[in-house]
């Protein structure tokens, strides 16, 4: 037996989804920092950009004790600046899920939760100013393609907002700066 080898992890076999790694940091990863440790996202966000994004996909993997795969943690990458009326914009940007369309599956299937589905998060988006924080996700849509936009409340409540943006970044802020403006 080799001396450090009560020491190392156990490999770990389970094989999880880009797709849900990124719906984890979307709705639990990133929620909690944004609305419980903000000093510590922007912190992250500013300083070190192309380590922060990487660094919530890492979370999300050790939260379902799964091995991280480096090419895909740096496809997760932070955009800053300014949204409208003195507030900011943090958006993180997940890599391009593969197409779904759920309008094949059963209604029941589809209610009981026992589609394999995942509906990828496009970016998260966290905007701050005037002493309110707030998060936005454009993700992917049931059917027949574009996406849904959803906000996370502050006590975790996800909210669907309707038929949502096109899957850009430009779109995603002007469908935000729509909605919280005025």
Same mark, same amino acid.
């Given at each position: 037996?080799?001396?450090?080898?009560?020491?190392?992890? $156990?490999?770990?076999?389970?094989? !999880? &989804?880009?797709? %849900? #790694?990124?719906?984890?940091?979307?709705?639990? =990863? /990133?929620?909690?920092?944004?609305?419980?440790?903000?000093?510590?996202?922007?912190?992250?966000?500013?300083?070190?950009?192309?380590?922060?994004?990487?660094?919530?996909?890492?979370?999300?993997?050790?939260?379902?004790?799964?091995?991280?795969?480096?090419?895909?943690?740096?496809?997760?990458?932070?955009?800053?600046?300014?949204?409208?009326?003195?507030?900011?914009?943090?958006?993180?940007?997940?890599?391009?899920?593969? $197409?779904?369309?759920?309008?094949? !599956? &059963?209604?029941? %299937? #589809?209610?009981?939760?026992?589609?394999?589905? =995942? /509906?990828?998060?496009?970016?998260?988006?966290?905007?701050?100013?005037?002493?309110?924080?707030?998060?936005?996700?454009?993700?992917?849509?049931?059917?027949?393609?574009?996406?849904?936009?959803?906000?996370?409340?502050?006590?975790?409540?996800?909210?669907?907002?309707?038929?949502?943006?096109?899957?850009?970044?430009?779109?995603?802020?002007?469908?935000?700066?729509?909605?919280?403006?005025?």
């Amino acid at each position: 037996m080799r001396p450090f080898g009560l020491f190392r992890r $156990p490999k770990l076999e389970t094989v !999880v &989804p880009l797709t %849900q #790694l990124c719906y984890d940091v979307a709705y639990f =990863v /990133l929620p909690h920092y944004a609305f419980k440790d903000l000093p510590k996202l922007t912190h992250l966000c500013l300083n070190t950009p192309r380590a922060a994004g990487p660094f919530f996909y890492l979370m999300a993997a050790e939260l379902r004790s799964v091995q991280a795969d480096a090419e895909a943690a740096d496809r997760f990458r932070w955009h800053h600046g300014q949204l409208s009326g003195g507030r900011e914009y943090l958006a993180l940007e997940y890599p391009v899920p593969p $197409p779904v369309d759920l309008s094949g !599956v &059963p209604m029941e %299937q #589809l209610l009981e939760g026992r589609s394999e589905h =995942v /509906l990828a998060p496009h970016f998260s988006a966290i905007i701050c100013g005037g002493g309110a924080v707030q998060y936005f996700i454009p993700g992917q849509a049931p059917m027949g393609g574009g996406t849904t936009l959803r906000c996370i409340l502050p006590e975790g409540t996800n909210c669907n907002l309707g038929p949502g943006p096109e899957p850009e970044l430009a779109a995603f802020l002007d469908a935000i700066r729509e909605r919280t403006t005025g």
